[in-house]
């Protein structure tokens, strides 16, 4: 076969060179046709458009011919010509077939219109479906216009340890990081583990965070943020937690609360509009199949001021509800950490948008945040979404050396494992403030799926590391 320099197929569909001899080459995602003619469309993932080729089976070998079927790799030089009718502008008139890999008859996705469920079982084939083609794009354009935000408004990218001898929050949720021999482990007179001899000579884990390194940097270079695999070993098996996720985190000197919520909302405001401006075929694929208020939630988003509200008045509203009749799983009382079900009431029912809720009681936060003036409160702030409830957490940081000491007394953190971190607060220290955006929680919105394990390539949940 002659060869001719192979065009990609988002590019092809835009060409107007009627008559030029090309190249594809791409995945046959059906066949059809006649005995004198046959349709394959192809497709090879730089669009979810297909290209079709129109094979006339007085010029193409028919035993070739006979072995193109759903999943076939093929290689096609062909004319290109005007199309009439159907969807494309053009598509191919095939003078040469190469097929570059067979595929048979056990192929798993030849059926339409398999269940969410059975793709996860095939994860290693499914972004070879329309549906996770255009998950899969949608994924790496977000990533990019993240980092595009950030960059564009001066915040340095700063990359933070994935193992780590800190637990962050302080629960115990993390993933260990060992050498030692298992089935022979060294332990003290009161049955301890002695980490002594394990690879870094003490414990250690996957980050939960990358928070606290996070700060040490943002009291240098002023603005950063990190965006990387984050690790929790919780055995919570929701629609909304993996065990490994990816999170940005910026972290910001001479913030305080109210510029880390502005900086919040644009930044999510920027993602989703860069999605609407840049990713339409494939959202409007989702649209159509999987959700018909996608576009329209999206627009709407960049379009609304998402309400500001401390979490006191939140419990006011939901204890009101209750009171009314509305009926949660979960009981609601001043104290109580909000489930899902109460940060979706407020989204979706009483605001009707996003919503920022700020100072929660300082017991159910993390020991690094603010605490406000009336003891009890810490100036937390979660930004709660339709749909997801919780995708932003984040605070202003305490920054006064002897609060934050006391508070990490009071908790019992080891001393052992904190010292470099007060001393951000020992030398130098400045106010500050910062938030975790978890990337899969944002691309649930972004996509309108309900599966965080359909929006990353191979997740990781409890009892599941296939791939
Ligand atoms: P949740 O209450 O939903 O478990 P969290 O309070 O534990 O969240 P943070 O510790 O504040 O979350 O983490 C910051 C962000 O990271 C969250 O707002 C969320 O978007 C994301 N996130 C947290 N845990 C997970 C997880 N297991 N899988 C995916 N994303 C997560
Ligand atoms: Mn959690």
Same mark, same amino acid.
């Given at each position: 076969?002659?060869?001719?320099?192979?065009?990609?197929?988002?590019?092809?569909?835009?060409?107007?060179?009627?008559?030029?001899?090309?190249?594809?080459?791409?995945?046959?995602?059906?066949?059809?046709?006649?005995?004198?003619?046959?349709?394959?469309?192809?497709?090879?993932?730089?669009?979810?458009?297909?290209?079709?080729?129109?094979?006339?089976?007085?010029?193409?070998?028919?035993?070739?011919?006979?072995?193109?079927?759903?999943?076939?790799?093929?290689?096609?030089?062909?004319?290109?010509?005007?199309?009439?009718?159907?969807?494309?502008?053009?598509?191919?008139?095939?003078?040469?077939?190469?097929?570059?890999?067979?595929?048979?008859?056990?192929?798993?996705?030849?059926?339409?219109?398999?269940?969410?469920?059975?793709?996860?079982?095939?994860?290693?084939?499914?972004?070879?479906?329309?549906?996770?083609?255009?998950?899969?794009?949608?994924?790496?354009?977000?990533?990019?216009?993240?980092?595009?935000?950030?960059?564009?408004?001066?915040?340095?990218?700063?990359?933070?340890?994935?193992?780590?001898?800190?637990?962050?929050?302080?629960?115990?949720?993390?993933?260990?990081?060992?050498?030692?021999?298992?089935?022979?482990?060294?332990?003290?007179?009161?049955?301890?583990?002695?980490?002594?001899?394990?690879?870094?000579?003490?414990?250690?884990?996957?980050?939960?965070?990358?928070?606290?390194?996070?700060?040490?940097?943002?009291?240098?270079?002023?603005?950063?943020?990190?965006?990387?695999?984050?690790?929790?070993?919780?055995?919570?098996?929701?629609?909304?937690?993996?065990?490994?996720?990816?999170?940005?985190?910026?972290?910001?000197?001479?913030?305080?609360?109210?510029?880390?919520?502005?900086?919040?909302?644009?930044?999510?405001?920027?993602?989703?509009?860069?999605? $609407?401006?840049?990713?339409?075929?494939?959202?409007?694929?989702?649209?159509?199949?999987?959700?018909?208020? $996608?576009?329209?939630?999206?627009?709407?988003?960049?379009?609304?001021?998402?309400?500001?509200?401390?979490?006191?008045?939140?419990?006011?509203?939901?204890?009101?509800?209750?009171?009314?009749?509305?009926?949660?799983?979960?009981?609601?009382?001043?104290?109580?950490?909000?489930?899902?079900?109460?940060?979706?009431?407020?989204?979706?029912?009483?605001?009707?948008?996003?919503?920022?809720?700020?100072?929660?009681?300082?017991?159910?936060?993390?020991?690094?945040?603010?605490?406000?003036?009336?003891?009890?409160?810490?100036?937390?702030?979660?930004?709660?979404?339709?749909?997801?409830?919780?995708?932003?957490?984040?605070?202003?940081?305490?920054?006064?050396?002897?609060?934050?000491?006391?508070?990490?007394?009071? $908790?019992?953190?080891?001393?052992?494992?904190?010292?470099?971190?007060?001393?951000?607060?020992?030398?130098?220290?400045?106010?500050?403030?910062?938030?975790?955006?978890?990337?899969?929680?944002? $691309?649930?919105?972004?996509?309108?799926?309900?599966?965080?394990?359909?929006?990353?390539?191979?997740?990781?949940?409890?009892?599941?590391?296939?791939?």
């Amino acid at each position: 076969m002659e060869t001719i320099k192979r065009t990609k197929i988002s590019d092809l569909l835009g060409l107007t060179t009627y008559g030029a001899e090309v190249n594809v080459k791409g995945w046959v995602r059906t066949r059809r046709g006649s005995k004198q003619v046959a349709f394959v469309a192809l497709n090879d993932g730089s669009t979810i458009k297909n290209v079709q080729i129109v094979i006339d089976l007085e010029k193409i070998d028919e035993e070739l011919v006979k072995k193109i079927s759903t999943g076939t790799c093929l290689s096609v030089n062909g004319t290109l010509v005007e199309s009439i009718g159907g969807g494309q502008s053009v598509e191919i008139q095939a003078t040469a077939i190469e097929i570059l890999g067979e595929c048979d008859n056990t192929y798993p996705l030849q059926k339409k219109g398999q269940t969410m469920e059975f793709m996860r079982s095939v994860a290693h084939l499914r972004p070879r479906t329309n549906t996770f083609g255009a998950i899969f794009r949608i994924r790496h354009n977000m990533a990019y216009a993240i980092h595009k935000f950030f960059h564009d408004k001066g915040f340095y990218y700063f990359h933070t340890p994935i193992i780590t001898a800190s637990d962050c929050e302080g629960a115990g949720q993390m993933f260990q990081v060992t050498t030692m021999n298992l089935y022979d482990l060294k332990k003290d007179e009161n049955g301890s583990i002695v980490y002594d001899d394990d690879f870094f000579g003490k414990q250690a884990s996957l980050t939960v965070s990358g928070q606290l390194e996070g700060e040490l940097a943002a009291t240098a270079l002023g603005a950063i943020y990190t965006f990387g695999p984050t690790f929790r070993a919780e055995n919570s098996n929701t629609p909304r937690h993996l065990a490994e996720f990816w999170m940005i985190e910026p972290e910001v000197a001479f913030n305080d609360i109210y510029d880390n919520m502005e900086l919040a909302e644009e930044f999510i405001k920027y993602c989703v509009s860069w999605a $609407l401006d840049n990713c339409m075929d494939d959202i409007k694929f989702l649209n159509d199949m999987f959700d018909k208020e $996608l576009i329209e939630r999206l627009r709407s988003i960049v379009n609304t001021e998402f309400v500001r509200l401390k979490y006191t008045e939140g419990i006011e509203i939901l204890e009101k509800a209750v009171a009314d009749g509305h009926k949660f799983e979960f009981p609601v009382y001043w104290g109580v950490d909000l489930a899902s079900e109460h940060e979706r009431y407020l989204v979706e029912h009483h605001f009707k948008r996003p919503v920022i809720l700020t100072d929660y009681p300082k017991e159910i936060k993390a020991f690094y945040m603010k605490q406000n003036e009336d003891g009890k409160t810490v100036r937390a702030m979660d930004v709660l979404f339709p749909k997801i409830g919780e995708i932003i957490g984040g605070s202003e940081r305490e920054a006064d050396y002897n609060k934050l000491l006391s508070r990490i007394e009071e $908790l019992g953190i080891p001393m052992k494992d904190m010292w470099w971190y007060l001393d951000t607060r020992r030398y130098g220290s400045c106010p500050h403030s910062g938030f975790g955006l978890g990337f899969e929680r944002l $691309l649930l919105f972004v996509t309108g799926m309900s599966n965080i394990r359909d929006v990353i390539p191979f997740p990781r949940t409890p009892n599941n590391a296939e791939f």
